[in-house]
């Protein structure tokens, strides 16, 4: 029973660079969110995906761009990574927002370092 | 501007006693609030929920009150030990914002 899976677990980026963090669930769960995860700030929102095909922006989208091409898959993308991109991703899923099954199950999380 | 606030400081509580953390949250009109924890180097863990028409809910020696007239939530382990020592997260969901948004968590130490 995996639940969430994020890849890689860690990773070293030089300023400029591009990846793409991997999320996927197997709970067939309808929404994703990509949140990061810094001292002092809490969980904050970048993504979040509402089902297969679509995403809508959280409350630190910039810089960020997700897909969600398979109901159990949500990628984060950074284009152009800086270091104010340090911190740890956490991906999560739920079955709804609203009604039954709305809480959150999250991945490991991925920590990201940009020098 | 809206805010959701759990108290910064780390708490200490000796073995045996009850915790009680804190959520304020200004400017929401919350359907829900969720409690979650989080140990260090992992992802969060689901704790409980309560809904805006609920004044208590319980789990095993967890307690979580919701007073949207403070507009706060409290959040009980009863009989605390060490193993409870972990950062608790509250978050919240309005159907203005639809979407789930966390407080920054509390840390709870549990002194043997």
């Known amino acids: 029973n995996a639940g969430v899976t994020q890849t890689p677990k860690f990773r070293v980026l030089k300023t400029g660079q591009s990846m793409t963090l991997l999320c996927a669930q197997d709970?067939?769960?309808?929404?994703m969110y990509w949140y990061r995860q810094d001292p002092g700030m809490g969980l904050r929102l970048i993504h979040y995906?509402?089902?297969?095909?679509?995403?809508a922006k959280g409350e630190v989208p910039d810089g960020y761009n997700v897909s969600r091409l398979k109901k159990q898959n949500f990628l984060l993308g950074l284009e152009s990574a800086a270091p104010s991109q340090t911190s740890v991703y956490f991906c999560a899923s739920s079955y709804s927002l609203t009604g039954q099954g709305t809480e959150a199950f999250f991945g490991q999380g991925t920590r990201l370092t940009v020098v | 501007s809206q805010k959701i606030e759990q108290n910064s400081e780390a708490l200490n509580i000796q073995e045996g006693k009850t915790a009680t953390l804190t959520c304020n949250y200004t400017n929401y009109s919350p359907a829900y609030l969720q409690w979650y924890r989080q140990d260090p180097g992992r992802g969060p863990v689901f704790l409980l929920l309560i809904r805006e028409n609920e004044k208590e809910k319980r789990k095993e020696r967890l307690k979580v009150t919701f007073d949207t007239t403070l507009k706060q939530s409290l959040f009980h382990i009863t009989a605390s030990q060490p193993a409870d020592s972990a950062t608790y997260l509250c978050a919240l969901y309005s159907f203005r914002d639809d979407k789930i948004i966390f407080g920054k968590g509390t840390r709870l130490h549990i002194l043997p």
């Open positions: 709970m067939n769960h309808e929404y």
């Open positions: 995906s509402v089902g297969e095909g679509t995403t």
